[in-house]
């Protein structure tokens, strides 16, 4: 019945082959794109303006505690006082910590 369409029965089963390779493929990039997007990390902020003379210190124990810097920027701020002090204004993140 085959050679009576024109086709012969070596290609329908190349084509058989072919579509389940096709579908595993894909099977298996979808697999490991969903397991990246569930695995992907959730993180939490922090933001934080401590003083020039407070910097180093401040940083050291924030980088102990697992925080990395995501932004920073130079400020200039006044205080109760009147007069103006040096900050700098940085966002922090870090990997949120699952609680079980």
């Given at each position: 019945?085959?050679e009576?369409?024109g ?5 329908t ?35 934080d303006?401590p ?22 920027r130079?400020a ?25």
């Amino acid at each position: 019945m085959a050679e009576q369409d024109g086709t012969k029965p070596a290609d329908t089963s190349k084509h058989r082959v072919l579509v389940v390779l096709l579908a595993f493929v894909s099977i298996c990039v979808g697999a490991q794109t969903l397991d990246r997007m569930l695995s992907a990390p959730r993180y939490e902020y922090l933001i934080d303006a401590p003083s020039d003379s407070d910097l180093p210190t401040r940083l050291d124990a924030l980088g102990e505690q697992g925080w990395d810097i995501v932004s920073a920027r130079r400020a200039v701020v006044n205080t109760n006082g009147g007069a103006s002090e040096g900050r700098y204004e940085i966002i922090l993140r870090r990997v949120k910590r699952l609680v079980p």
